[in-house]
């Protein structure tokens, strides 16, 4: 894969904007910036490695349907443990807790499909790169 380097600008959440460095990188064609993927957890300032990866449609697809699954489950984990902790009737804490859960789940398996499942390719950034040696191994 070509490797595409840049320094982070902003993160938000699992999201990364890089300013591409199109002098260092291996990819012709890139815009200025880029909204990636960021699993490394790479934090504004940090120079970094990205790549495109192709996206496997069978785990998109499962990540798009089973996060609204999860959600019902959780939901009614979540509702029960209200119920049972402020000792009152489930059903209302339930609803409540399903209700609550599916909106969260729903909304990031959207953002999910509309970043990752429509493009086909993401840019995902898989290293943080230092700037300069840390630790001097030449000294004993």
């Known amino acids: ?3 595409i380097r840049g320094i982070v600008v902003k993160k938000q959440g699992e999201r990364a904007e890089i300013k591409v460095d199109k002098t260092e990188s291996e990819l012709k064609g890139l815009p200025k910036y880029l909204d990636c993927w960021n699993p490394v ?4 300032g940090d120079f970094i490695s990205a790549e495109y990866r192709d996206l496997d449609q069978t ?5 798009m349907y089973g996060l609204p699954v999860a959600g019902v489950l959780a939901g009614l984990a979540f509702g029960n443990s209200l119920a049972v902790f402020f000792h009152m009737e489930k059903w209302p804490f339930l609803i409540g807790g399903v209700i609550l859960w599916e909106i969260v789940t729903i909304s990031y398996a959207h953002i999910f499909k509309r970043d990752a499942v429509r493009q086909g390719k993401q840019p995902v950034i898989f290293e943080i790169q230092a700037e300069e040696m840390v630790i001097d191994m030449s000294k004993k």
């Open 41 to 44: 957890g790479a934090k504004t």
């Open 1 to 3: 894969m070509a490797e």
């Open 59 to 63: 785990k998109a697809k499962f990540i």
